[in-house]
């Protein structure tokens, strides 16, 4: 059986994501002429033919225990058994292959630690300095392993190394589509939103339009004012994707900042027509006929939007301030303290509403929700 095959058996892509990550790497070095001339589906080549060579071993006992010992690695893999691989391969990264320091790799991702994972991609950046998904890799780790910082210089110093790696890999490989990817994500995460539209249209230059791509521009160019180019935008990007509410509720957004309020409430009426379904879609045009003070109208799509999506805190919230307007005060009060279970931060739209009805003298009523609000918005 050839190694192509081989590799591909023992790939389980569907009990564990970084199986695919294991099979990209593969084609990568297969069909990259910048990654070093090794074979990565080897676990231990390397360490065999040193082995071989200082022992003058026969050569088939050499590939008997190569092969006990890959399938004990495969094995453990299924079994799901990380720490014994861990502390197999662990204290032989200095002769294992790059094959053997990606199992190794895998096992502390599944762990979820994060600082083993940087030191191991280290390890095999040293053997693949030039290596796209080497770099991505190690982009994607010290990303993650931000999140998990608490210390807000070293979260700062992580998510630098993560851009700089990013695009690093991309200079290597210009059209290496999951760190290109990488880099949208984190400059969207990260509320750098002139750079992802930058990083969008150089996406769209090398890869063609796609419709989430289009999608994101869309919204993008919305929530950062530019106008213009979102009423030109948005329109592509449903055609690309009609099945997208969020495509037409930008739209119709874009028309509603640029002062085309009819344009911008017949969009909102179709969209939440077109898709009952879309929590989105429903709270939109609940919220338009909100600050419109149209609150009859407003109520049908906000009752909507919050059966379609109770977790909601922003349709809750509008749904509870709606309700209040109509002097539905009990009722109101129980979306406020799903607004505030959802999102506490919504503490404060709950006790303005208190302090409102202790100005009509419905002080019993406005103690009730002075209380609640404590207890709900934790």
């Given amino acids: ?21 294991f099979f990209l790497t593969f084609l990568f070095h297969l069909i990259n002429p910048l990654t070093q001339a090794e074979d990565v589906t080897d676990d231990f080549s390397t360490e065999n ?21 890959e399938k004990n690695i495969q094995n453990w893999k299924s079994e799901k058994k990380w720490d014994l691989i861990i502390s197999t391969l662990n204290p032989r990264t200095d002769e294992i292959s790059s094959s053997g320091l990606l199992n190794l790799t895998m096992c502390y991702m599944e762990k979820k630690d994060f ?21 991505y890799m190690l982009g994607d780790a010290k990303l993650k392993l931000s999140l998990q ?35 949208f994500y984190f400059l969207l995460r990260t509320k750098m939103n002139s750079e992802a539209i930058e990083q969008i249209h150089e996406m769209q230059k090398i890869f063609g339009k796609k419709a989430d791509l ?10 950062t004012g530019f106008l213009d180019q979102a009423l030109i935008q948005c329109p592509t990007a449903i055609h690309y994707n009609k099945k997208n509410a969020e495509n037409y509720i930008y739209l119709a957004q874009s028309y509603f900042y640029t002062k085309e309020v009819q344009k911008s409430e017949r969009i909102l009426v179709q969209t939440a027509k077109n898709f009952p379904k879309s929590e989105i879609a429903q709270f939109s045009a ?9 609150f009859p109208v407003a109520l049908k799509y906000l009752k909507q939007a919050v059966a379609v999506e109770p977790e909601s805190g922003r349709s809750q919230l509008i749904f509870a301030k709606t309700l209040f307007e109509t002097g539905s005060y009990t009722e109101a009060m129980d979306h406020y303290s799903k607004a505030c279970q959802s999102n506490p931060q919504n503490q404060s739209e709950f006790l303005a509403a208190a302090a409102r009805l202790r100005l009509k003298s419905e002080n019993t009523l406005a103690t009730k929700y002075s209380q609640s609000a404590v207890s709900f918005c934790k």
């Fill in 1 to 21: 059986m050839s190694t192509i095959k081989k590799v591909l058996l023992n790939l389980n892509f569907k009990k564990s994501p970084i199986c695919i990550l």
């Fill in 49 to 69: 033919q040193n082995w071989n060579e200082k022992n003058q071993e026969p050569s088939h006992k050499n590939r008997q225990e190569k092969s006990v010992y």
């Fill in 115 to 135: 600082v083993n994972v940087i030191r191991i991609l280290n390890l095999l950046s040293e053997k693949n300095p030039n290596d796209p998904m080497v770099l």
């Fill in 149 to 183: 910082t608490k210390d807000l210089k070293q979260k700062r110093e992580l998510e630098n190394d993560a851009l700089d790696k990013f695009r690093n890999s991309i200079r290597i490989n210009k059209k290496f589509p999951l760190a290109h990817r990488a880099l």
């Fill in 214 to 223: 289009q999608s994101d521009l869309c919204r993008l160019l919305t929530i």
């Fill in 286 to 294: 609940g919220q338009f006929f909100y600050v419109k003070n149209n």
